[in-house]
């Protein structure tokens, strides 16, 4: 046995850790919601993308839009309750229909609940001082730059096609990734004027589309249906699956069933079917005993919208009539036409709204300590960082760009980098001056070091100010800062859960921003302080330190952990073929470096649960490696066991055929020696004959 431990030690700790990464990947930590939790809208793209610009023209701009890579990423994080919403396009007036986001209706049971006919308008954006004169290359996704291909034309444009619309507008923005031959300097990117306000481009001209007519039609996914809500005097659509059997008139049939009850029809498309739904017909088929045999090789599904509230008389009859002819039938959402909201979806935005209004500050008598809470929440916040490291300079940036005031303070010298950003930088023996020209006070030091650094700020300097500490796991800071610092100093426990890869982009959409207000008297600063973030289209979540730190500690622990394993020793050598799984690896590794070892260590010491982490770590590896070891022995005796078996059974067949041959040989001689006894018979008799007949 020991053998085979040492064989495998190896492989089974990547397998261990792989395991741990792939069940971490498949379900990503979702912090979970509570009353205050903004409402969020899945669409397809990156920030500034037309989707978003539909999603605030639908919901406002109160709503929070999360990016995701592809619409299925869409479809699952309202699926699995990450988002409320999701925007998706479903047809093009130029460019037709979206076939992906039907087939994924059919693959997630998501409901629709409003629709928006969005007029796309494209802008030519640029960087800062650029001329169009000196524009040589256009870039954008290849059906935007089809529509401006008058405009690019009269003015001597190459098109130079790209993923998309906004992403070609963040490569711009950052002159990074651009096209062979493209630089900041001679390339415009295609795109909406949101685009260009998130990335900080200038839109030379608008609207240079050479077609006017260009809309695209977004649906509203959820998951709860709307369709009771309808008021009878809102106009309505329903949009339905179905398929129908390979028999003559068929679809005219189903058409009828509308028709005779004069309902509209606005639209109908047919789409293979797909492989769950052609799995289910046959099952169908075979419960039915239907004797026609199989199914056609190629099956098709039809998409209709009509022009009628579900519940509506006519229009259950018409979709009874319809499931007496179809095989499968699916109503996909019932909602109102031209961008109506209704029910629970008119109610939450309504909600938010009111709360986005409450938070302003009323009209009313001023002190004087009101007069001087309502200046700092109107002007510009004095932000001193303490800790100027990857995640104090990303942070610094973000507050600069949204108009606030920031300075730094650190042990080692950072002047450089505070002057490229424009901030001023003290050293560490500057504290008191440093703490006299800030309002609010970010803690971005390691854990192991968050007690020392209190204990020595000068409390007579942090009255009526706000402390932010922002470490990986929160209750330890928290009660730190509970402990040492004054009873009228403010105090905000965040985690923002942006990982060392995150830090440094310039965006940071639908990053998790986890928040507690545990002691707040100025709430009009705090609330100015969280709008950075919210500004930065984090996700906000108000939540206890304790909890945060209950759903995020092992989690961070575990990815860091098993980060260094895979980075000793060569564990992960450079290969030629990078797959899905060896990038998965590489990713968690440049993770893990990109924190320095006191980071690391800090998620250890002040997380309660570690060392049973690191115990269950140690028992999963023992219980791979027996399970391996075991499998490989196993697999060894069965080999050894069939070659014995195989040997006896040769020495079996040779002693066998031994046996035979004997007994052939044996039975040759009986054989010849009744011949000869039948001879000899012969002659005796025909001597007996001659004897009888001498002549």
Request: aromatic fraction near 8%.
């Amino acid at each position: 046995m020991n053998i085979f431990l040492n064989k495998f030690m190896n492989k089974s700790i990547l397998l261990i850790c792989f395991t741990i990464l792939a069940s971490g990947a498949a379900s990503p930590f979702i912090p979970p919601r509570n009353g205050k939790s903004l409402i969020r809208v899945a669409y397809q793209g990156v920030p500034g993308a037309y989707s978003d610009k539909s999603s605030r023209g639908l919901l406002g701009d109160n709503v929070v839009t999360v990016g995701y890579p592809n619409f299925e990423a869409c479809f699952r994080a309202v699926a699995e309750r990450e988002c409320d919403y999701a925007c998706l396009p479903i047809e093009n007036s130029l460019g037709g229909s979206i076939h992906d986001n039907y087939d994924l209706m059919l693959r997630y049971d998501l409901t629709i609940l409003a629709e928006h006919e969005f007029r796309v308008h494209h802008c030519f954006l640029v960087k800062e001082g650029v001329k169009k004169k000196d524009i040589k290359f256009a870039i954008s996704h290849p059906q935007a730059l089809a529509q401006v291909d008058g405009f690019l034309r009269a003015n001597g444009i190459e098109k130079v096609p790209v993923f998309d619309t906004a992403g070609a507008a963040k490569r711009l923005a950052s002159g990074k990734n651009l096209p062979e031959g493209c630089t900041p300097q001679n390339t415009a990117a295609i795109a909406s004027d949101l685009a260009g306000k998130t990335y900080g481009l200038c839109a030379l001209e608008k609207c240079i589309e050479d077609d006017d007519s260009n809309f695209t039609r977004f649906l509203l996914l959820g998951r709860i249906g709307i369709s009771q809500s309808i008021p009878k005097t809102t106009a309505s659509k329903t949009s339905i699956v179905f398929t129908l059997p390979n028999t003559p008139g068929a679809l005219y049939k189903a058409l009828a069933c509308f028709s005779l009850r004069e309902i509209d029809c606005s639209k109908i498309e047919s789409r293979p079917t797909s492989a769950s739904l052609l799995t289910y017909l046959k099952f169908q088929m075979r419960r039915n005993h239907n004797s026609q045999g199989n199914l056609p090789r190629f099956r098709y599904c039809f998409y209709l919208d009509f022009l009628a509230n579900e519940m509506d008389e006519g229009a259950q009859n018409a979709l009874h009539h319809l499931r007496e002819q179809s095989d499968f039938c699916r109503v996909l959402g019932c909602y109102p036409t031209k961008s109506t909201l209704v029910g629970h979806v008119k109610d939450s935005i309504e909600n938010l709204n009111q709360v986005e209004m409450d938070s302003l500050p009323a009209k009313r008598s001023i002190t004087s300590s009101d007069e001087q809470d309502e200046t700092i929440s109107k002007k510009q916040l004095k932000i001193g960082v303490i800790g100027f490291g990857e995640f104090g300079k990303a942070t610094s940036k973000k507050m600069i760009e949204m108009g606030h005031k920031v300075s730094c303070l650190d042990v080692t010298d950072k002047s450089k980098d505070a002057n490229e950003l424009g901030i001023e930088f003290y050293p560490s023996y500057l504290m008191q001056k440093f703490l006299k020209n800030v309002d609010v006070l970010l803690l971005s030091v390691p854990m192991i070091n968050i007690q020392d650094l209190v204990s020595q700020l000068p409390t007579d300097l942090l009255h009526n100010k706000l402390i932010v500490e922002i470490c990986p796991l929160s209750t330890y800071p928290k009660s730190v800062l509970l402990e040492h610092l004054p009873s009228d100093a403010d105090i905000l426990s965040t985690n923002a859960l942006f990982g060392a890869d995150s830090v440094t982009d310039s965006s940071w959409d639908g990053l998790p921003f986890l928040f507690e207000k545990v002691r707040i008297g100025n709430k009009m600063r705090c609330d100015n302080f969280l709008n950075i973030f919210i500004k930065a289209r984090c996700r906000m979540v108000e939540m206890k330190a304790e909890e945060s730190d209950s759903y995020c500690a092992n989690s961070q622990f575990v990815m860091h952990l098993v980060g260094r394993l895979l980075d000793r020793q060569g564990i992960l050598p450079p290969s030629p073929v990078a797959s899905k799984e060896y990038g998965a690896l590489l990713n968690v590794v440049e993770k893990a470096k990109g924190r320095n070892f006191d980071f690391f260590y800090g998620l250890y010491e002040f997380n309660l649960e570690a060392e049973e982490v690191l115990d269950k770590m140690r028992d999963n590896l023992s219980f791979v490696q027996k399970g391996l070891a075991a499998k490989g022995a196993y697999l060894a005796a069965k080999k050894e066991l069939k070659n014995e078996h195989r040997e006896n059974l040769m020495e079996e067949c040779k002693l066998l055929m031994r046996e035979v041959a004997k007994g052939v040989k044996d039975g040759e001689i009986k054989v010849d020696m009744k011949k000869d006894n039948k001879n000899n018979g012969d002659a005796n008799v025909d001597t007996k004959k001659a004897n009888k007949n001498p002549e």
